[in-house]
């Protein structure tokens, strides 16, 4: 399981601070805190319960909602196989596949070494750059299973 | 009502008021709309659709739930349209789940099933869909089963919006949908408190009473209302009976105080009850050892060795100890045996170490020492100051009024209170006081409102005096002063001032974190000063609430079970009165100076001048302060007799113990701690050979020649009525179907929810202008902490009834030491570790719990458990006006205990 460190404690008291007096600051906290620690363990949860003052219970209806939320620690990287019609038609299965095979992942989990998270997701888009792939904030066009693993490699 | 609001449901019209939704107008037109999710009183959800109408020009059938009634709307409620969707609608909810009502304990109780039948459901077109969640039964009380569960949402509401706990919620999404606590725990890992509303409103059978199963079917069971017997509140309940057993606990929804809800004490704590250790027979001790005896050799054995103790030692060498738990009409017979049979005013109950100081205190203020507020004014607040009371544990249900007020209401709270208690989450403002320095704040408030001119002048001029000698008090009182003394910082006090002073009506609610202090009284009458400096009494929302904390302690009172007071307080040394109750009780004369409270009776017997004590369903072995103190004195008596339910602490060194029945075996009534006197109904036979405790008393007293006789507590009651002005139109006739407030002179009167309205019971408000005085015994260097104790949800004062209940005890099996985490830290103490407590007066050891509730300096230790007794540490110092020990402080030490050389 992924450490929440001192330094994200400090950070996650932040951002609940900032949100403290604000109405309606659950998710935007959730959302930050995330961004924080990569997911949204029960730890986390409690200590945004106790600063919000809002019943852990309420939290965790609202964190098991959305699909955004995650309480699995993700990777360090998020890879996005884009399965939108262009995409899929153009090959992006295989590269799933492909990515799925060398690292032993499944679609939405995470590389034991936390390197990896894995999604799909249904058009990011830009079809024009079909089959796509997003690593993170960059996004990759016409990728294969050729370049995938030269791609992969930057990303440690 | 508005001739432009009218409304047309199936061909009929109806006038509507302003926002009022489809479905209420309906129902208060008797017309019978289908509901499922919806919760009277309460936000609709429309989350089950069931009660779906047609509006007519409407695409859409619409939820009348949820939808507000329009001028000249055509509804039709069972059109064919609104039936098929209905039809369709529950035909779904049976697919989804596991809707079989073979060994259902909602069978014949669940309204899924009436609406499969009223619609004539019969095959479901769609597959059975697999339950996801396994039904959950980790826990004594509660069981989940899931696959019963339609999301109706209910629950959640009832935990979120009446109860306020705040425990579960809707989890997941889609198909996955599931009720959640917190981190989808099971219930007894959770926020959850057991109160059980969930399970009262669940419809169907998901949630249900697990103490309950496979008792009875809805239908074998007899369901008769009476009054809960454990605290103050009165909430009226419905006991379930089969067999002569209590098997369920429900509350009464149509009716104050309660409106359907309970705490977990009295939803699931009747296991004493029925339970096997109950008294059945009369007991005499001989040779150290208890002998079964019937009721004649018993009986005459008490008379006997009373007769004997009054003819060599005089009638107040005898005390009685009436009790807080038996009924008004026992309690009456009780002080009249004092008086009138034994000739002494030497009769008290356990007031004495709760409420006695607020007696006390607002009689001489306002002229009547009760809660001066109903319960219902609880949401008419402004703002609430709840102080010295740990009201979510000790007053659940009216914690909930309080949270509702806040949460959904235009109240805002503040807490003052050494420990951050439950309640502080939801209070704008908590304010921790040093312990016992309740005057201080008080007056510093009281300085601040003067000095900002936020006084009530108009109220203050005509309806109080004292104010001048008041203002001269608190003027050295500033936010400075009362810092070094309290520990409040300034600015805080400042905040809290001007909030009360502002807000109208502004209540203050409080218990015994204000009156269990040597200068109790003084501490009541600064919260008397603070609101009617503000002209918040005699106000719909305000006043000053003590929280009583015995189910009829406010009754006990009012019957004369004090040593100063007849009935209706009407006072033994007024010598006209004395001749009037002497008439009415057939004696020559009555005693006229006031008689000795508990606390001194237990001091007298120490110094071997009370010679005997009959006790009436207390147990002052667990629940006086300074425990070895009072054990030695109750050593010291020549005899001693205890009428109780069980053997409790207090029986075990009895000559004589007499089997009485408890509450659901009695007929009489109790009075809650708004006045409010409530019925209380035989539900069941007493157990072997347990008698009435009017019966008791009425048999003793002949032997000791003086005949009561009375049929039924009903002609109690009669009698009552006559020598009481306060109870004089009180019957049980009226009392049937709600309760009565007193004053309620006469059999006309309505009664009187709030006193003082207008004019006070004594004529003006009386200021009172009281000076600081520190706690009895502070911390210094040998004993360096403070020890203030309390109680837990999960039980009830001596554990006599809720230690009974396996389900209770699991919640809560043993004392404990609350301890801050810096204390903590600073003893090297870890969550579990055996602490061993000292103070002057005695040492018990009990487990650390480390909580965020406690502050540094100050720890906490409930005082329930006989075997880690917490009143063999408290201070029996007096308070000198209402002779209330200083349960709430004192000083300790601690240090971690070893047992065969190791930590256990």
Not at chain 2, 801 to 826: H, K, W, Y
Request: glycine letters at 8%; aromatic letters at 8%; charged letters at 20%.
């Amino acid at each position: 399981m992924k450490k929440i460190t001192l330094k994200m404690w400090k950070e996650i008291d932040g951002i609940i601070q900032r949100h403290k007096e604000k109405s309606g600051a659950l998710i935007p906290v959730l959302e930050e805190c995330q961004s924080v620690c990569g997911y949204l363990p029960m730890e986390v949860q409690e200590r945004i319960s106790k600063g919000l003052n809002i019943p852990g219970s309420t939290i965790y209806g609202v964190v098991t909602f959305y699909s955004f939320f995650t309480m699995a620690p993700k990777g360090r990287h998020i890879i996005k196989i884009c399965l939108g019609t262009a995409c899929y038609v153009r090959g992006g299965k295989p590269n799933l596949e492909s990515i799925q095979d060398e690292f032993g992942v499944e679609t939405g989990g995470t590389t034991g070494d936390l390197r990896f998270s894995l999604d799909s997701v249904r058009c990011i888009g830009a079809c024009g750059m079909a089959p796509a792939m997003v690593v993170d904030d960059d996004t990759y066009a016409q990728v294969s299973k050729q370049n995938i693993m030269k791609i992969l490699d930057g990303y440690k | 009502m508005n001739i432009e609001n009218k409304i047309i449901i199936n061909s009929s019209e109806f006038y509507f008021k302003s926002g009022e939704t489809i479905l209420q107008v309906a129902e208060r037109n008797g017309i019978d709309i289908p509901t499922l999710c919806h919760i009277k009183g309460y936000m609709p959800t429309g989350a089950c659709r069931i009660c779906l109408v047609e509006v007519k020009g409407t695409r859409n059938l619409l939820p009348s739930c949820a939808t507000p009634a329009a001028h000249n709307a055509i509804i039709e409620t069972e059109s064919e349209r609104v039936i098929r969707a209905r039809w369709i609608n529950i035909e779904l909810l049976l697919a989804s789940g596991h809707h079989n009502c073979l060994t259902c304990e909602a069978n014949g109780d669940c309204r899924l099933q009436e609406l499969a039948y009223r619609y004539q459901v019969e095959k479901i077109r769609f597959p059975e869909s697999i339950s996801l969640y396994p039904t959950e039964t980790s826990n004594a009380l509660i069981i989940r089963d899931f696959s019963r569960c339609i999301l109706c949402g209910r629950c959640v509401q009832a935990c979120n919006e009446i109860q306020v706990n705040r425990a579960i919620s809707y989890g997941y999404r889609g198909v996955t949908s599931k009720i959640v606590a917190v981190g989808d725990l099971p219930l007894n890992e959770s926020d959850c408190i057991f109160c059980g509303e969930c399970v009262g409103v669940c419809p169907v059978g998901a949630l249900i009473e697990k103490p309950s199963r496979f008792k009875g079917r809805a239908w074998e069971l007899k369901k008769i209302k009476t009054t809960c017997p454990y605290c103050g509140v009165g909430c009226q309940i419905n006991l379930h009976v089969k067999d002569n057993k209590i098997v369920k606990v429900t509350g009464v929804e149509d009716g104050p105080p309660n409106f359907g809800s309970l705490c977990v004490k009295g939803r699931f704590g009747y296991d004493f009850i029925n339970h096997p250790d109950r008294l059945t027979v009369p007991l005499i001790k001989e040779n150290g050892r208890f002998r079964e005896a019937s009721w004649n050799e018993a009986l005459s054995l008490v008379a006997e060795r009373l007769g004997e103790i009054k003819l060599s030692y005089g009638p107040d060498s005898i005390g009685v100890f009436s009790s807080a738990k038996i009924t008004n009409e026992e309690n009456y017979l009780a002080q009249k045996f004092a008086r009138a049979v034994l000739g002494t005013n030497n009769i008290d109950h356990c007031a004495r170490l709760c409420h006695a100081s607020t007696v006390a205190g607002l009689a001489i203020a306002f002229g009547s020492g009760a809660m001066t507020n109903p319960i219902a004014d609880i949401e008419k607040s402004e703002l609430i100051l709840v102080t010295g009371s740990n009201t979510t544990e000790a007053h659940p249900v009216i914690s909930s009024f309080i949270k509702r007020a806040v949460e959904f209401g235009r109240a805002k709270l503040i807490v003052i209170d050494p420990r951050k208690i439950p309640l502080a989450k939801f209070a704008t403002l908590w304010i921790r006081q040093n312990l016992g320095t309740d005057v201080a704040w008080a007056n510093g408030m009281m300085h601040v409102i003067i000095k900002e001119n936020l006084y009530d002048k108009a109220y203050v001029e005509s309806r109080t005096e004292g104010f001048e000698e008041l203002k001269k008090t608190v003027k050295k009182y500033t936010p400075e002063y009362v810092f070094k003394i309290t520990g409040i910082p300034a600015d805080d006090l400042i905040k809290a001032a001007r909030m009360y002073a502002n807000a109208r009506p502004a209540s203050i609610f409080f218990a015994m974190g204000i009156t269990q202090h040597r200068t109790g009284t003084d501490n009541v009458k600064s919260m008397a000063n603070l609101s009617m400096l503000c002209g918040n009494v005699g106000i719909p929302g305000g006043g000053v609430n003590p929280l009583r904390g015995q189910n009829n302690v406010q009754g006990a009172c009012d019957l004369g079970a004090l040593p100063n007071v007849f009935s209706g307080y009407q006072t033994v040394s007024d010598a006209a009165i004395r001749e009037r109750m002497a008439e009415t009780w057939n004696v020559e004369s009555l005693p006229a100076s006031p008689g000795l409270t508990v606390t001194e009776m237990v001091i007298k017997a120490g110094e071997g001048k009370i010679k005997a004590l009959y006790i009436i369903g207390e147990n002052p072995l667990v629940s006086d302060p300074d425990l070895n103190h009072a054990e030695k004195a109750l050593a010291n008596l020549d005899f001693l007799v205890v009428q109780d339910i069980f053997l409790s602490d207090t029986a075990k060194i009895a000559d004589v113990v007499l089997p009485s029945v408890s509450f659901a075996e009695k007929d009489g009534t109790f009075t809650n701690t708004e006045r409010h006197v409530q019925r209380v109904h035989k539900v069941i036979n007493p157990p072997g050979k347990a008698r009435q405790d009017w019966k008791i008393i009425c048999d003793l007293s002949a032997r000791m020649g003086y005949t009561m006789t009375y049929r039924n507590s009903d002609t109690i009651m009669k009698e009552i009525n006559r020598v009481t002005p306060s109870y004089g139109g009180i019957s049980y006739t009226r009392l049937e179907k709600e309760g009565l407030h007193w004053p309620c002179p006469t059999v006309e009167h309505p009664g009187t929810p709030r006193l003082h309205v207008g004019r006070f019971t004594r004529g003006l408000g009386l200021f009172h202008p009281i000076d600081y005085i520190p706690p009895a015994e502070v911390p210094d260097k040998e004993y360096p902490l403070y020890l203030t104790t309390g109680r837990v949800l999960y039980h009830f004062h001596t554990g006599t009834m809720t230690m009974q209940s396996e389900g209770l005890n699991g919640l809560a099996p043993e004392c404990f030491v609350e301890i801050s985490s810096e204390d903590a830290r600073n003893y090297n103490v870890k969550e579990g570790d055996l602490l061993r407590v000292s103070s002057r007066r005695g040492e018990i050891t009990a487990k650390a719990r480390i909580s965020d509730q406690a502050i540094r300096g100050t720890i906490f230790i409930p005082f329930h458990f006989a075997k880690a007794a917490a009143n063999k540490l408290t201070n029996a110092a007096l308070d000198p006006v209402a002779k209330i020990p200083e349960f709430k402080v004192c000083a300790v030490r601690i240090e971690k205990a070893w047992v065969h050389g190791e930590q256990r």
